[in-house]
């Protein structure tokens, strides 16, 4: 499945000194603007504990979990909407993931130039969102153009979206993002045509010094940007990157040690790479036996066929049924066996709609 989310910021507040420590792929990090210039795409392992259960239960001869594609993206800069800095090639760029990350600058470095010459998280986001907002305009207005001429004719699909655009129009010019706006579902299926960059799922990555991750909430700035973001109902997670690209080269049980001392229960990459992950609205299912125990990535909302056809199309074509059981279920049988005993596994059809946390074994025939 081949979803990405877009890692976005102004220069140097900290981009590709996480998305290192996100895929160790060794991205050019500097004190410049524009030190990633092209995106640069790496795929990471999902976090998820329940594939470590079931693995103990099963005791399969590997384990595959799923993976997560984000790309990071060149810094962004005032007037990129007019082509300031690469805008455009920016932009375009941004406008070929599934959801944004937005980094913000919540530290104070002397070492470190901020673009704007001050650490202002919320004006670095406002920044962004409304360059953002003009390079959808400048769409939104275009597509205007052509729809009025089959408008014009009493078309009623022209007429139905020229209502959708002129809404889009209002809206942006208020400088709010298309996300925010109401729109009924049918509606909404003509806004993701357009393709626009403000309707993209988007959450807050605020990055702080090492001294401020343990109690983030202290941090003046990073409770600003949680204030913004619940406006917007966005979700925020607090990451230092520089101590992220540290615990990605420790192996796990370094990386555990390090939390604790940190005082930190999970480290802000699996965080931000879970949240990434859910606002796609991605679950995942599993399969279970001798040979692998194996994550899958499912997109909510799905049925069984298509759940089994992301293994192989053979598999949805000839789809016979599904053997479901769920992960707690399975986990308070404590086997599968069991699981069948106390009638937990199920015999489900076409028409069953694959919850996170199955663990399923389809049955087909070609």
């Known amino acids: 499945m081949s979803l990405t989310a877009g890692i976005v910021g102004l220069p140097n507040v900290g981009k590709s000194t996480l998305f290192n420590a996100i895929t160790q792929a060794g991205v050019e990090a500097a004190n410049y603007p524009f030190a990633t210039i092209d995106p640069n795409v790496g795929i990471v392992e999902v976090p998820d504990n329940r594939l470590n259960k079931l693995t103990e239960i099963v005791k399969p001869k590997k384990t595959v979990p799923t993976a997560f594609e984000f790309t990071d993206i060149a810094g962004i800069v005032e007037g ?6 690469l805008g ?5 760029h941004i406008r070929q993931v599934d959801a944004i990350c937005q980094v913000v600058r919540c530290f104070h470095d002397d070492n470190i130039t901020h673009v704007s010459g001050q650490v202002d998280p919320i ?21 205007m153009q052509r729809v009025e001429k089959l ?26 993002s298309a996300r925010a706006l109401e729109f009924t579902e049918e509606q909404w299926k003509i806004v993701r045509g357009l393709h626009l960059l403000t309707s993209k799922p988007t959450l807050y990555v605020a990055n702080v010094n090492e001294d401020e991750i343990a109690d983030p909430d202290a941090n003046e700035n990073v409770q600003r940007v949680k204030e913004f973001a619940a406006n917007e109902g966005a979700e925020v997670i607090v990451v230092c990157a520089k101590i992220e690209s540290e615990i990605a080269e420790l192996d796990q049980e370094e990386k555990e040690m390090y939390l604790e001392e940190l005082g930190i229960p999970e480290s802000g990459l699996d965080q931000l ?45 000839g789809f016979i049924r599904a053997e479901t059981v769920s992960y707690d279920d399975l986990m308070d049988a404590g086997a599968m066996a069991q699981a069948r005993e106390k009638g937990n596994v199920r015999l489900e059809g076409k028409e069953y709609f694959v919850k996170d946390g199955d663990v399923i ?5 070609v």
């Open 80 to 85: 990129a909407s007019k082509g300031e800095g």
């Open 88 to 92: 455009n090639q920016f932009l375009s």
């Open 123 to 143: 004006d670095d986001i406002e920044i962004i969102n409304l360059e953002l907002i003009l390079a959808d305009l400048e769409t939104v207005n275009k597509r």
């Open 151 to 176: 408008a014009r004719q009493k078309d009623k699909d022209a007429l139905a979206e020229l209502d959708i655009l002129h809404a889009l129009k209002t809206g942006l010019e208020e400088e709010k």
């Open 273 to 317: 790479i879970k949240a990434s992950y859910h606002l796609l609205g991605l679950g995942t299912y599993f399969t279970a036996g001798e040979q692998e125990v194996r994550a899958w990535t499912f997109r909510k909302g799905i049925k069984a066929p298509q759940a089994a056809g992301i293994i192989h199309t053979d598999f949805e074509r």
């Open 361 to 365: 074994h389809f049955r087909f025939n």
